[in-house]
């Protein structure tokens, strides 16, 4: 069974940090590049930041400088860390392949305060 599992999320401050994981299982984990997605209140999900199998990165050009993604192969794991938060990075996030292939997660919300 597909599974997607989200955390880390939380209520911060302008400026400051946090560290997102996602947990996925019933794929060959290793295969497979994995996004996050940001939905903010109001907005359509959009791409955030995506890692390749073979450790590639690329990011949303709001994001780049601040946001990094990696992934541990052995934990089946993506994470996201986050630093130098803004109100605008609020939003809940997700994870899924690119294209959004798998059955989506309940998501881990993060909210920024100015």
């Known amino acids: 069974q597909v599974q997607l599992v989200e955390s880390g999320g939380g209520l911060v401050q302008a400026g400051g940090s946090l560290r997102l994981s996602c947990a996925v299982s019933?794929?060959?984990?290793?295969?497979?590049?994995i996004s996050w997605f940001r939905q903010a209140p109001g907005k359509q999900r959009g791409l955030v930041a995506t890692i390749t199998s073979g450790g590639s990165t690329d990011y949303a050009d709001s994001v780049k400088g601040r946001f990094t993604v990696s992934r541990d192969n052995a934990k089946n794991t993506v994470y996201l860390q986050m630093n130098s938060l803004k109100p605008e990075d609020t939003g809940v996030y997700h994870c899924?392949?690119?294209?959004?292939?798998?059955?989506w997660g309940q998501g881990t919300q993060v909210t920024v305060s100015s």
């Open positions: 899924n392949t690119p294209r959004g292939f798998l059955p």
């Open positions: 019933g794929i060959i984990f290793k295969f497979n590049a």
